[in-house]
Nanobody, 122 residues
């Protein structure tokens, strides 16, 4: 059974940092972080393929860093210089289809985690 389990969310002040982790039950070609606020669609924030090629949502470039440990099947999202606009539920997502896109704006996940809340206060 495929599982993606996120951890590391919480409440942080603007300008602070948080690191999210996602433990995957196996190896996936494409891993990603999405976020969603109530009333809006879920949006890709950062995506990474198995060769560690990463793409980012424009609004997080230079502040967020995605990384993965393929030996442990763990995905990370280091979030620095947090802004209140980063407040959202963050989801880990994955697919294993080598011939499908693995980049922000084009990735279509097959698997989702349960989400972890990130709240940034001003």
């Amino acid at each position: 059974q495929v599982q993606l389990v996120e951890s590391g969310g919480g409440l942080e002040q603007a300008g602070g940092s948080l690191r999210l982790s996602c433990a995957a039950s196996g190896f996936f070609y494409c891993l990603a972080w999405f976020r969603q606020v109530p009333g809006k669609e879920r949006k890709g924030v950062a995506v990474m393929d198995d060769a560690a090629t990463a793409t980012y949502l424009d609004s997080v470039k230079g502040r967020f860093t995605i990384s993965r440990d393929n030996t442990k099947n763990i995905l990370y999202l280091q979030m620095n210089s947090l802004e209140p606009e980063d407040t959202a539920m963050y989801y880990c997502a994955a697919h294993a289809r080598w011939d499908e896109p693995c980049r922000v704006g084009a990735m279509s996940p097959d698997y989702w985690g349960q989400g972890t809340q990130v709240t940034v206060s001003s």
